[in-house]
């Protein structure tokens, strides 16, 4: 599928597939409940887990991220592109649904330069939530080939190349500066 038919999926309330900058990501658009949803069972992911939030910018992650409760410092460690690729544990904002932050007064956010993620938020107009690309137990697809072989051949699939990152992004958190994830 090309871009535009990927936007309609998201904004359908269905489950897609994105190249990022290691494996692909499944992701729906976090406004959805009902896409949530999908993607939850899909992955078999419980709820309390939560989900990471990718964008090309900060400012998509406004309706998500408590940005008040940021130092300057903070705010700028959090507002670059690290190699490898980081995930932040941040404040989130009290009235997010549950489904987007799990058991968690945080959320994860990841700014991501990957052409194809930016071209999704930026035409889509929001974030996107961001899980890897693969069913419970299997590895996550690093072609859209592998998506296709573990979701079938009428997933919608954003038909693009993962970037050269070897390993999915590392997590840590913003307050301690500790990894989570080794990436």
Not at 29 to 57: C, D, F, H, M, V
Not at 60 to 74: I, M, N, R, S
Not at 133 to 141: H, Q, V, Y
Request: one cysteine or more.
């Amino acid at each position: 599928m090309n871009t535009q038919q990927i936007i309609a999926a998201l904004l359908n309330d269905e489950v897609i597939a994105y190249p990022t900058e290691a494996v692909f990501g499944l992701g729906c658009n976090p406004y959805s409940e009902t896409a949530i949803q999908r993607l939850l069972a899909l992955k078999k992911r419980p709820i309390e887990k939560g989900l990471i939030l990718i964008a090309p910018a900060l400012h998509y992650f406004q309706d998500f991220v408590d940005l008040e409760a940021l130092t300057d410092e903070q705010y700028q460690r959090l507002n670059q592109l690290y190699t490898p690729a980081t995930t932040w544990i941040v404040p989130v904002k009290m009235d997010v649904p549950r489904l987007v932050r799990g058991k968690f007064d945080t959320i994860a956010i990841r700014l991501c330069a990957h052409p194809d993620v930016t071209a999704l938020c930026e035409r889509g107009k929001m974030p996107l939530i961001s899980t890897s690309a693969n069913l419970t137990g299997k590895e996550p697809a690093r072609t859209y080939a592998e998506v296709y072989q573990q979701f079938g051949k009428d997933f919608p699939v954003l038909e693009g190349q993962v970037g050269g990152a070897k390993n999915p992004s590392q997590i840590k958190d913003l307050f301690t500066n500790q990894i989570v994830r080794q990436g």
